[in-house]
């Protein structure tokens, strides 16, 4: 049976809408059962309510504490039955307390090849330090900021004459297609997260964790 899963979000929610079309085709081990949000105004909101998916609004403002806004969330969270939360552009810093309590339930897309540019402003970074090959990652989220064991990576080319915005725009294709790929990973037992490692199954071939258009 499909694995309830909520995706978090704070803004547009591309890789929102990438996860909930493909949990809407036959078979997939998972279905998008609520998207949540700390910002009323997050315009994935508009897309998740078009794709018929339920959404709900914790807005972290109106809450006094940081504890106190996540006690608000995980209660939604306990309420639509959700069994693993997908991170997606959601821009709020998780206590202890919230991802001890998701350990092995919870992922984050991240726009580096990690354990490099852990943090913000990774496009610009990787321009900076002259990498020729950039990408994402896929990651159990731990305490420790992009920190997590690693499920899946996509690795894209830098090319001459790249801004911030051509490479952002070059990893968000393959964004797109690896966060699918890692949740159904981790939702039909190919990827679990043991001993602070990612333990892959054996009747997994390798297949989806690595991307690379080149
Ligand atoms: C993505 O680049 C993701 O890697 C990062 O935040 C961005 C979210 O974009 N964590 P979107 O809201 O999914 O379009």
């Known amino acids: 049976m499909a694995r309830r899963v909520a ?14 079309e493909a949990a809407s085709a036959p078979g997939f081990p998972a279905e998008i059962a609520l998207v949540l949000s ?8 508009e897309r998740a309510r078009a794709a018929g998916i339920a959404t709900a609004v914790i807005d972290h403002k109106s809450h006094p504490t940081r504890e106190d806004f996540e006690q608000a969330m995980d209660a939604v969270l306990t309420r639509h039955r959700v069994e693993f939360i997908c991170l997606a552009g959601f821009m ?6 919230f991802v001890e309590r998701w350990t092995g339930r919870m992922i984050n897309i991240h726009p580096s090849l990690l354990p490099l540019f852990r943090g913000v402003h990774t496009h610009r970074r990787a321009l900076e330090e002259g990498v020729l090959i950039h990408g994402c990652t896929v990651h159990f989220v731990v305490p420790e900021l992009d920190a997590g064991p690693i499920i899946a990576q996509a690795a894209v080319p830098v090319i001459p004459g790249d801004t911030e915005e051509s490479l952002a725009a070059r990893i968000l294709v393959q964004e797109h297609l690896l966060y699918p790929q890692a949740l159904r990973m ?29």
Request: glycine share 14%.
């Open 38 to 45: 700390n910002r009323p105004d997050a315009a994935g909101l």
């Open 7 to 20: 995706v978090l979000i704070s803004g547009r929610g591309s890789n929102m809408v990438s996860l909930i």
């Open 186 to 214: 981790i939702c039909d037992g190919s990827a679990r997260l043991e001993g602070g490692r990612v333990a892959f199954s054996q009747r997994w071939n390798g297949e989806g964790a690595l991307r690379s258009p080149i």
């Open 92 to 97: 709020r810093v998780l206590t202890d307390w």
